[in-house]
């Protein structure tokens, strides 16, 4: 069974930063690209960033690109969301997701809120 | 970007009643590189379709999905309890990826 357990979300002042973590299991981490998706409050689903299977390839929406990074350690089955610059409309459910096309399986999620 | 537009934003129905719910994007997908997925209250989005009609692996089969092009349609053939939620297309088939904006199912 697949399992995403992200961590390391939480409250943070605007202009501050949040590393985030997914921990996966169940399935061959380093054949597998990774996702992270977000969902802000009452909203939609946002694609933040993908990262191919080995690491080398890693894509962003340009509105993203340079704030955040996305990075993965396919030695912990692992992969990591480093988010810098934080503003009010980054607050979200930050989900985990196995996948870069179709998004196939996802983690329960981890709320990061962007406040003073 | 590729936008996707899903309609109605609401669906009211009853349960044993058809949902056909609609998604258009404002390109062209090549190779039907679109999917949708379910979201229950309170949890995360659950894959149903890949490739605009092949149903992801544990889905039942009430559920379908047909398009191509720029209009794509997810039928539900006959709504569970379980099947109220809210639904979303989604493109992979050019950066950065989309959604639409949502279709929600609600108990009439």
């Known amino acids: 069974e697949v399992q995403l357990l992200e961590s390391g979300g939480g409250l943070v002042q605007p202009g501050g930063s949040l590393r985030l973590s997914c921990a996966a299991s169940g399935f061959a981490f380093d054949e597998n690209a990774m996702s992270w998706v977000r969902q802000a409050p009452g909203r939609g689903l946002d694609w933040v960033s993908s990262i191919g299977a080995a690491g080398g390839s890693r894509y962003y929406p340009d509105s993203l690109r340079g704030r955040f990074i996305i990075s993965r350690d396919n030695f912990k089955n692992t992969v990591y969301l480093q988010m810098n610059g934080l503003r009010a409309d980054d607050t979200a459910v930050y989900y985990c997701?196995?996948?870069?096309?179709?998004?196939?399986?996802w983690g329960q999620g981890t709320l990061v809120t962007v406040s003073s | 970007e590729n936008a996707l537009t899903q309609s109605p934003g609401t669906l009211s129905l009853s349960p044993g009643e058809r949902a056909t719910l609609s998604c258009r994007a404002s390109q062209i997908i090549s190779s039907r590189n679109l999917a949708w997925y379910q979201q229950r209250p309170g949890q995360a989005p659950r894959l149903l379709i890949i490739?605009?009609?092949s149903r992801a692996a544990g889905i039942p089969e009430r559920f379908s999905g047909s398009g191509s092009g720029t209009d794509f349609t997810l039928t539900v053939s006959s709504l569970e309890p379980e099947d109220f939620a809210v639904y979303y297309c989604q493109q992979y088939d050019t950066s950065p990826l989309t959604f639409g904006g949502g279709t929600k199912v609600e108990i009439k």
């Open positions: 490739g605009a009609s």
């Open positions: 997701v196995q996948g870069r096309g179709p998004l196939e399986s």
